[in-house]
């Protein structure tokens, strides 16, 4: 079963856009939210973060929703830019206790295209 | 800091074979993991350490996997005996404690 769902595998956008990336998740103990661009031959790079007791976590261009009551969240990007293509994992988890490592839920990723 | 080193960069073997992935985490990080990219499955976490000591080790498919850290500059992955099946790309990541994972750039596994 899969406890982070990202339903589209790709999207398009022209380049000065927004990019509305989606991610649906089913674990309700699931109290912290990441996405991760991975470009190719590359490994996953984090991009922002937000706690579940926010709704909204903002880094530059990049803004992260949560809706815990839909358990759904999403990236918004703005303006998109052609160094943004890549593909953009979802990810969450429960907070582990202090000094251990974050046990990462991923999704199965959506690549964004960014057209100039 | 070099960052999550993994080696080899790519690895093409034929079924029956025993693999071995290697990974040396961020220097100073205390909890390292192993995942797998497929495009079934997407990034799957496979197992992961704190302080060396083997946490959680419930995404790892089958007996036929195995993973080790000897010391805290050191993982292994090991694969045995390989299955066409096994063929994805293999990641190591490391962070402290519960912060910011660290991804090395992966191995491509190839089972003929």
């Known amino acids: 079963d899969q406890q982070v769902k990202q339903n589209s595998p790709s999207l398009s956008v022209q380049e000065g856009r927004i990019s509305i990336l989606n991610c649906d998740y089913t674990?309700?103990?699931?109290?912290?939210f990441l996405w991760y661009k991975k470009y190719p031959a590359e490994g996953p790079t984090f991009l922002i973060s937000i706690s579940s007791i926010k709704d909204k976590n903002e880094d530059g261009r990049f803004t992260v929703f949560l809706n815990k009551s839909a358990k759904h969240l999403s990236l918004h990007i703005v303006p998109s830019q052609p160094g943004d293509s890549a593909v953009y994992f979802c990810?969450?988890?429960?907070?582990?206790?202090?000094?251990?490592?974050?046990?990462?839920?991923f999704g199965a990723g959506t690549i964004l295209r960014v057209k100039s | 800091d070099a960052g999550v080193i993994q080696s080899p960069r790519h690895e093409v073997t034929e079924m029956g074979q025993e693999v071995t992935l290697r990974c040396k985490p961020i220097s100073g990080h205390n909890s390292l993991f192993w995942y797998r990219q497929t495009m079934m499955r997407g990034l799957e976490l496979l197992i992961y350490?704190?302080?060396?000591?083997?946490?959680?080790d419930s995404g790892m498919p089958e007996d036929r996997f195995s993973a080790k850290m000897p010391n805290a500059s050191f993982s292994t992955l090991k694969i045995q005996p390989s299955e066409p099946r096994d063929s994805a790309v293999y990641f190591c990541?490391?962070?402290?404690?519960?912060?910011?994972?660290?991804f090395g750039p992966g191995t491509r596994l190839t089972v003929l």
């Open positions: 350490f704190n302080n060396n000591v083997p946490i959680d």
């Open positions: 990541a490391s962070s402290l404690g519960w912060g910011e994972q660290f």
């Open positions: 674990n309700s103990m699931f109290d912290y």
């Open positions: 990810a969450a988890s429960v907070l582990p206790g202090l000094g251990y490592g974050n046990k990462l839920v």
